[in-house]
């Protein structure tokens, strides 16, 4: 893992309002993963394919999860091991709870997401896969604040997601519910 500031520097040089999809991942059953070049998101099933949708009680408030890119790659150290984090969208967007407060509402191709409050935090599976230096920066006070973790959103209005497509807050969405 690269220097704390360094990462924390990457981070929080993340675009604030337009940013890009560069990986998307489908948890499967068993701890196995699948990185599609596009995905469908749908209101009652979240990402189609993603074992969230297979929970007995799926929580609506944490549907889809969202991991910042520029984290992912510095605490994964080689692309093949980024998927392994379990979050569905990896984006390069500045996911910061002052950038991207609860109610936030994203863009992406023709879905559009709204972040939950929702905690979404390093766990022992985190720690397993990157180490205890990635989960303590995750869950330091900066570490939460700037949401290195990730967070949970939910789907407002379905479609298809592409890697490459771009992520923007969704002004029009935003001012409706002003």
Known sequence: ??????????VRASPQDNGVVKLIVLRLLGEQRRTPVR???SESAGVEGDRWNLKPDPNPLSQVSVMNARFLQAVAGAAERMN???D?????LDLSES???AGTRLRIGEVVIEVTAQPHTACKKFHGRYGKEAVDLANSAVGLALR???LYARVVRGGEVRVGDA????V???????
């Open 172 to 178: 029009a969405e935003c001012s409706r519910r002003a």
């Open 39 to 41: 995905a469908a998101l």
């Open 99 to 101: 950038n991207l407060p």
């Open 1 to 10: 893992m690269e220097n704390t500031s360094q990462i924390l520097n990457l």
């Open 88 to 92: 569905n969208l990896i984006v390069d």
């Open 167 to 170: 992520v923007r807050k969704d």
């Open 84 to 86: 392994l984090a379990g």
């Open 148 to 150: 290195l973790r990730g």
